[in-house]
């Protein structure tokens, strides 16, 4: 449930439940989520025998791009697994429910919850790998979802 408040809330205190009701485990545990962007689409009408040169903007399709999970390489394979399920073409049983809650600074109220509704890994991928570097090894999970909803 979102929690208004005078301040906006800081971006750093967030859990994600990828589906499986987990939210404090290491796999649960992302550096990053990239909200996915929602568009209404519109649809331009006019009849041809309108006085006016215009045509009227009617609400179309609603569009949701895909969301982005980055967390560090754990040696888990829970993220390879179900992109391999959508891969290996059991993409109905692949369908998740994926919840994102925002938190305060203190972790105590909930801001604002994403749910991501039918949502499937559509793409994996890892950060270089490099001999020289202090980086920490990265996974990324791009996942698409039907609809976006907010509480």
């Not at 209404?40 to 006019?46: E, G, L, N, P, W």
């Not at 609400?59 to 391999?84: E, H, M, Y």
């Not at 001999?131 to 907010?150: G, K, P, R």
Request: a negative charge.
């Amino acid at each position: 449930m979102a929690t208004f408040r005078e301040t906006p809330y800081g971006k750093m205190n967030f859990l994600v439940d990828l589906g499986t009701g987990e939210t404090s485990s290491a796999q649960a545990g992302f550096s990053e989520v990239i909200l996915p962007e929602i568009t209404v689409k519109y649809v331009a009408y006019r009849n041809g025998n309108e006085r006016l040169n215009t045509a009227r903007k009617k609400t179309g399709t609603v569009i949701t791009s895909n969301a982005i999970f980055k967390r560090g390489v754990i040696g888990s394979l829970d993220l390879v697994q179900w992109f391999n399920q959508v891969r290996s073409g059991d993409q109905e049983d692949a369908l998740r429910t994926i919840r994102i809650e925002l938190l305060s600074e203190d972790r105590s109220v909930t801001a604002l919850t994403w749910t991501l509704v039918n949502a499937r890994p559509v793409k994996m991928s890892f950060g270089s790998l490099n001999a020289t570097s202090e980086d920490i090894a990265v996974e990324y999970l791009e996942v698409a979802c039907d609809d976006v909803q907010f509480e």
